[in-house]
């Protein structure tokens, strides 16, 4: 295996309060759409603040660790791949915090999912042991209805929207 191969490990959360608001560092509306997907990988283009953008495939089973490789793409070639998109485009807002040494990514999402809002920190180690704040709800790490890709290409379920009460 190629070590230069980059892993993504990280744990997803739903978010129970807008407390964590007043420490965001950054705000980026993003749209992604899925272009191909199956049980074990995927291919999603994904646009940031309408500017700039990038085509990403996963590959791997588990929820906690997947490979994942990433490369920039012309903005106009993006729009282009999008109108190609398996489901729905997702649209959301993601908002870093810091917390104890941790960036943690916070999807507000927009659209069919409005309402729905994740946190996820990303690790660099399974055994890395993130602060989890107190604006978290419960874990859904590996609770795959909450993946982008399943909110993009299944059907829409309601109480999977509105899993959270503010």
């Known amino acids: ?22 420490q965001a560092t950054s705000a980026t509306a993003l749209r992604q ?32 660790v997947r490979d994942e490789f990433e490369y920039d793409i012309p903005f106009a070639e993006a729009l282009e791949m999008i109108t190609f998109a398996i489901g729905i485009v997702i649209e959301k807002v993601r908002y870093t915090v810091e917390v104890g040494g941790f960036t943690w990514e916070i999807d507000v999402f927009e659209g069919a999912f409005q309402g729905l ?41 309601p109480e999977v929207v509105h899993a959270v009460s503010n």
Do not use: C
């Open 1 to 22: 295996m190629d070590s230069e191969m980059a892993k993504e490990i990280e744990r997803k959360f739903l978010v129970t309060s807008d407390k964590w608001r007043e």
């Open 33 to 64: 759409a899925y272009l191909s997907v199956n049980h074990d990988r995927s291919i999603r283009v994904r646009t940031s603040n309408d500017e700039t953008a990038k085509l990403t495939i996963k590959f791997g089973k588990t929820a906690l």
């Open 117 to 157: 809002v994740i946190a996820e920190v990303e690790m660099k180690s399974e055994d890395d042991r993130p602060e989890l704040p107190g604006w978290l709800g419960r874990e859904v790490t590996g609770d795959r209805r909450y993946s982008n890709q399943a909110l993009a290409t299944e059907r829409l379920k």
